[in-house]
């Protein structure tokens, strides 16, 4: 059984989390005809929503020394966001362009290179994060398998596929190469949408479990406006309805839902040093997990693009 940790004096320590994967520029167009443009790619997402939430963050990633590069290190810094030593070369920052039809919802065609700077994970890291098209374009996934398969065992991984089937292999084989990642990770999300892709016609449920037994302690499966499951390693098994809201677009509402996962684990003591806690998650802890989870992304579907809520947002949605 877990045992959540509360506030005492003061603030608790920051979550040190260390982010790796793509950051981009989201070129959004919207469905009567306007364009705006808004730093993205999922990594960069929830290195962004991790921040806001009051984590210290090193986003690992590359950018171009050009104008969208300049827009995403100044988004970053907004919320303090780190960058390493490397991070800036001299090609273009990738671009995601993102159709939004009359409900909000996003389509993707993506201009964009994936390539590793160097990187040693700091030994007082809580967490390292990171998943989609980092872990699935060459030669940045090479490098990003060999620094999760490093850090196994020393710092809990987390993992959320975040499916672009542009950057994949036919879906069985795409599975294949998912499920390596799953296999290395302590906690993993996808979205239903994900696992139609991968699995098409399995349950979700099903998969989760399936994907638990791999080595996972915790996997946890969006169902958009339907709300979340989770499922841990140990046998327990939480449904979580979404709150109605008036939908403004999803852009970002995964990556938000990752960033309160990765706090509301955090919140339980159960990364970091608590990591070893992590297999003990009960059917309490998982139920408070994945409700604050579904609140941070629905508190991110009322506003305009990936803009995901500070702790005090989140903290007060639906009270």
Known sequence: MTERVTEQAGSPPALRAVVVGEALVDVVHHS??????????????????????GADVVLVTRLGDDEHGAAVRAHLGSAGVRLPDGAVDDGSTSLAHAHLDAEGRATYEFDLEWALPPVELPGDADVLHTGS???????????????????RGRVPVTFDPNVRA???????QAREQVEQVVALSDVVKASDEDLAWLAPGEDVVDVARSWAALGPALVVVTRGGEGAVGVTAAGAL????????????????????????????????????????LRDLDGDALR????????????????????????????????
């Open 32 to 53: 009567d005809g306007s364009v705006s443009e808004h730093p993205g790619g999922s990594p960069l997402n929830v290195a962004y929503g991790l921040a806001r939430l």
């Open 133 to 151: 098209i980092a872990t699935a374009l060459q030669p940045g996934a090479g490098a990003v398998r060999a620094l999760l398969e490093s850090a």
């Open 166 to 172: 542009a950057f994949l292999p036919e879906p069985a």
């Open 238 to 277: 939480h449904e979580e309805p979404a709150p109605r809201i008036d939908v403004v677009d999803t852009v970002g509402a995964g990556d938000a839902f990752m960033s309160g996962l990765l706090d509301a684990l955090a919140l339980e003591g159960v990364l970091g040093a608590g990591a070893g806690r």
């Open 288 to 319: 408070r997990v994945v409700a604050r989870a579904i609140r941070s992304a629905s508190s991110t579907c009322t506003r305009a693009g990936a803009n995901p809520p500070t702790r005090e947002q989140l903290d007060a949605f639906g009270s």
